[in-house]
């Protein structure tokens, strides 16, 4: 789980970096976000496809893993 929380905030921080450094640069905030979020409106059918299977991939495997975990049955020796 921590892997995942590492990789999310890694990307937060470096989207706010950009966006701050158009903010700083004077850009307006609508365009910043626009500029952080573009490489994602031009890509095609496969990359976007293939960006989602990772992102999947990242968050559905600690996911499941913590589900297991949660509902495991204990058996105590009694």
Sequence with gaps: MKPTWIAV?????????????????????????????????VMEFVEVSILILLTAVLFLKPLAQWILKKYKPSYTNK
């Design 9 to 41: 905030l890694t990307i937060g921080i470096l989207l706010g970096f950009s966006i701050c450094m158009d903010i700083f640069l004077g850009v307006a905030v609508k365009e910043a976000v626009d500029n952080a979020i573009n490489p994602f409106r």
